[in-house]
């Protein structure tokens, strides 16, 4: 189906039945109506079930023939995750499934009657109307391995947040029971510093030993980068500590398993990260993206797992609105507002595509001479941030361009109709 507006209008027809469906987690509600806004037949409530997915149908069916309608077209509000199982059943039954903004049906909703009254079936009768006008988009249905990634991404960022969340809570503890502990050891979650908060994690615990008993339980598990010295610093400072002293046992209780998490998420994470990178292997222009400096397996694999397949996409410029970087800017007469990005659409891969822009400007030598350029330049330079904003477009065209020709990366052509920037690449 054609994204473009006075497509998607020209797709509603005199053939065509409007179903709007409003969704909700057990039942949702469906009611039907032509090109024109006139509605056919009463309301129909069904569950979500595949027996009543099959009525849904039939009752489809009996309005079709009964106002020779030929064409079906399906539009749904977005409510949470329950639409998922009505799309990809109706998806391969053939039928045309698109969606509507939550937000334009509540803003929609007294147009008909002027009232603000909200409910399922006032609400089925607003989606359907928003079809008929073209004020619909088309979901990404993913499938294949494009859906494997999608799901492998999602619980790599779950597992990423309760990582953080867990770090933190050590954190914590260590603050309240032996804050000089920061003063001995740079990073908590180093060996030998994850080793003194299994063995012995609290001041009390220390005071009495002497570094040689300190640097001989260390020794069984690092060998080398560690010696008397740094045990000399722990107990010295277990001696002057200032932490809290009262509630020790379930305290380390509560460390230990802290740790046990800690260890257990970084093991899941290590395993996922190996899946998903072999599951990215064969997607067309992975390898090649992957070669491009700066870019890691976790960046492309969420950008296939957000996008899918680019082969569904004829212009880089859908997967920049998708992202949420397409420019918005307010203005009325002589006023002029600033512009900034959108920010509506997928945050995870306008995340991604952020995170990636940054050591590239640091490491790519390409994208470091577009970004010096554009913070540079006579003519309405950028901010930073705002360079890196235009890089991120610029990286998805990029993506884009290698994954439907499979081709490498080739920095110059980016510095094309800059004679300035040709200039200093090849100095």
């Given amino acids: 189906m054609n994204y473009n507006q006075n497509h998607k209008i020209a797709q509603i027809t005199e053939s065509t039945l409007i179903v709007g469906i409003d969704i909700a987690k057990d039942k949702h509600v469906a009611r039907a109506q032509d090109y024109r806004g006139i509605e056919f037949g009463k309301r129909l409530i069904f569950e979500n079930r595949i027996h009543d997915y099959q009525k849904l149908l039939d009752w489809v069916a009996r309005l079709q023939e009964k106002n020779q309608k030929t064409h079906v077209m399906f539009g ?152 008397i010295k740094r045990a000399n610093q722990l107990v010295q400072a277990a001696q002057k500590s200032i932490g809290v002293q009262i509630g020790l046992r379930f305290a380390r209780q509560e460390l230990q398993t802290l740790l046990d998490q800690y260890e257990l998420y970084n093991q899941q994470l290590v395993s996922l990260d190996k899946e998903i990178e072999t599951l990215i292997t064969d997607l067309p222009g992975a390898k090649e993206m992957m070669a491009i400096k700066g870019i890691g397996p976790t960046t492309v694999a969420t950008f296939f797992a957000e996008v899918g397949d680019l082969s569904n996409y004829s212009h880089p410029q859908q997967i920049v609105s998708m992202a949420g970087l397409s420019l918005k800017e307010h203005s009325s007469g002589k006023f002029k507002g600033q512009t900034r990005i959108d920010k509506r659409g997928r945050k995870r891969l306008r995340r991604a595509i952020y995170l990636a822009v940054r050591p590239l400007v640091a490491h790519n030598s390409t994208f470091k001479t577009l970004h010096h350029y554009y913070t540079t330049r006579p003519d309405r330079p950028l901010k930073k941030q705002q360079s890196l904003i235009a890089l991120c477009g610029k990286l998805i065209r990029v993506l884009f361009a290698i994954g439907t020709k499979q081709c490498e990366f080739d920095g110059s052509k980016l510095l094309q109709g800059l004679p300035e920037l040709q200039t200093s690449q090849v100095a």
């Fill in 76 to 227: 749904v509000e977005p409510t949470g995750h329950f639409w998922k199982s009505l799309a990809y059943y109706l998806n391969a039954k053939g039928y045309d499934f698109v969606l509507v903004n939550p937000m334009h049906v509540k803003k929609s909703k007294e147009l008909d009657d002027n009232s603000p009254t909200k409910n399922d079936t006032k609400d089925a009768r607003v989606i359907a109307q928003m079809v008929k006008d073209g004020r619909y988009s088309v979901p990404n249905l993913l499938d294949g391995v494009y859906a494997e990634l999608r799901e492998g991404i999602k619980l790599r960022d779950q597992l990423t947040k309760q990582l953080m969340i867990v770090e933190g809570r050590i954190q914590n503890a260590i603050q309240r029971y032996f804050p000089e502990f920061d003063d001995v050891f740079n990073d908590w979650n180093g060996k030998t510093a994850i080793c003194t908060l299994r063995e012995f994690p609290f001041p009390s615990d220390i005071q009495d030993m002497t570094p040689e008993d300190v640097l001989s339980t260390w020794k069984t598990v690092v060998k080398s980068g560690v010696g």
